[in-house]
């Protein structure tokens, strides 16, 4: 998932006619490159200067609007309520294939969680921990561009006045497990090879 740059960074996601000459390809080749396509979604920004794609091969089963009062105070400062809806996914689903000079991020807490957004148009883009090795990206379903929303859950509110359900905590908690096991939180676009953020943070507090 490394991120590719230029003008054609959605005609990536459709394979040339090369790619889909059959005798090319091994026996069932065909079908499994149709189920790799079907798989991405795509990811912009409101400008559209920022674009990638997010696999759900894994199709998420968390998908959260939150009403924490950091999440609440990230909308107000971004001037965005849509920075409040998050699916959950792990790092190595999210590709960033162009407008990667664009991203910047923020923390309200030296500690707290690093909220990614395109300075280009302030579109929000995910949340992260502090740490790159913990398998967890909160993409905003704003930048998703997705016709079949079962492919990421029913969005449940949370926190604040309303009580996370237990299902969507035990959701959450499973995919984080699977994704330690299975070590989902490389490659990671926010972070580089050291671990450290492609960007440095801003502290607002």
């Given at each position: 998932?490394?991120?590719?740059?230029?003008?054609?960074?959605?005609?990536?996601?459709?394979?040339?006619?090369?790619?889909?000459?059959?005798?090319?390809?091994?026996?069932?080749?065909?079908?499994?490159?149709?189920?790799?396509?079907?798989?991405?979604?795509?990811?912009?920004?409101?400008?559209?200067?920022?674009?990638?794609?997010?696999?759900?091969?894994?199709?998420?089963?968390?998908?959260?609007?939150?009403?924490?009062?950091?999440?609440?105070?990230?909308?107000?400062?971004?001037?965005?309520?849509?920075?409040?809806?998050?699916?959950?996914?792990?790092?190595?689903?999210?590709?960033?294939?162009?407008?990667?000079?664009?991203?910047?991020?923020?923390?309200?807490?030296?500690?707290?969680?690093?909220?990614?957004?395109?300075?280009?148009?302030?579109?929000?883009?995910?949340?992260?921990?502090?740490?790159?090795?913990?398998?967890?990206?909160?993409?905003?379903?704003?930048?998703?561009?997705?016709?079949?929303?079962?492919?990421?859950?029913?969005?449940?509110?949370?926190?604040?006045?309303?009580?996370?359900?237990?299902?969507?905590?035990?959701?959450?908690?499973?995919?984080?497990?699977?994704?330690?096991?299975?070590?989902?939180?490389?490659?990671?676009?926010?972070?580089?090879?050291r671990g450290r953020p492609i960007v440095e943070p801003q502290i607002i507090a």
């Open positions: 998932m490394h991120p590719r740059s230029g003008e054609q960074g959605l005609e990536a996601l459709t394979p040339s006619k090369s790619e889909c000459v059959p005798q090319r390809l091994p026996q069932g080749g065909t079908q499994l490159a149709n189920l790799e396509q079907m798989s991405l979604v795509k990811l912009r920004c409101r400008c559209g200067s920022v674009l990638g794609s997010l696999d759900l091969s894994r199709p998420s089963r968390v998908r959260v609007v939150c009403h924490c009062g950091d999440c609440s105070a990230y909308a107000r400062h971004i001037g965005s309520a849509l920075a409040t809806q998050i699916v959950q996914v792990t790092p190595d689903q999210l590709t960033i294939r162009a407008g990667r000079e664009h991203l910047r991020c923020l923390r309200l807490t030296e500690r707290g969680l690093t909220r990614w957004f395109m300075a280009c148009c302030k579109t929000p883009l995910a949340n992260t921990s502090r740490h790159a090795w913990l398998p967890f990206v909160g993409v905003m379903s704003c930048v998703l561009e997705i016709e079949d929303e079962s492919r990421v859950g029913p969005a449940v509110h949370a926190n604040g006045a309303h009580p996370t359900p237990w299902a969507t905590v035990f959701r959450s908690l499973w995919a984080l497990l699977r994704g330690f096991l299975f070590r989902r939180h490389r490659p990671n676009p926010f972070f580089d090879e």
